[in-house]
Nanobody
Framework: QVRLVESGGGSVQAGGSLRLSCAIS????????MGWFRQAPGKERERVAI???????RYVDSVKGRFTISKDNAKNTLYLHMNSLKPEDAALYYC?????????????????WGQGTQVTVSS
C-alpha cells in the first residue's frame, strides 16, 4: 500500500526558509514521478514542483529560483526546499506521486497523495 506523509510545515516570516519532507512507503521513490502541490483558501490547487524518476524537474514560474525539489532514493523521501518565502506562498502543501510521468502534463492528477502540511508566511 502506497503511503505519503508530509512534514516540515510551519510559520515563518517573509524572506524565511522551510524544508518540507514527504516520507514514502509502499514503493521506491526512484521509480515514480513525484511532486509538490499547494492550495490556499479560496484558490485552486496549484502544481509547485515536479521531479521525474530520472531526476528531471519542473517548477511553476512563481517559485523558480526560490524553491528546489529533490529526492533521496536511499531514504525514500521527497523534499521541497523553500527559500525567500513570500506571503503568497502560504498554503496547504501536498506531496503526490504517480507511476506515470506527469512532468509535462499540467492537468494530470497523480493517484497517490499525502494529507498535507501547512505553510504560513507572515509579512
Amino acid at each position: 500500500q502506497v503511503r505519503l506523509v508530509e512534514s516540515g510545515g510551519g510559520s515563518v516570516q517573509a524572506g524565511g526558509s522551510l524544508r518540507l519532507s514527504c516520507a514514502i512507503s509502499g514503493y521506491t521513490a526512484g521509480t515514480y514521478c513525484m511532486g509538490w502541490f499547494r492550495q490556499a483558501p479560496g484558490k485552486e490547487r496549484e502544481r509547485v514542483a515536479i521531479i521525474d524518476s530520472d531526476g528531471s524537474t519542473r517548477y511553476v514560474d512563481s517559485v523558480k529560483g526560490r524553491f528546489t525539489i529533490s529526492k533521496d532514493n536511499a531514504k525514500n523521501t521527497l523534499y521541497l526546499h523553500m527559500n525567500s518565502l513570500k506571503p503568497e506562498d502560504a498554503a496547504l502543501y501536498y506531496c503526490a506521486a504517480s507511476v506515470y510521468s506527469f512532468l509535462y502534463y499540467r492537468n494530470y492528477v497523480p493517484e497517490y497523495w499525502g494529507q498535507g502540511t501547512q505553510v504560513t508566511v507572515s509579512s
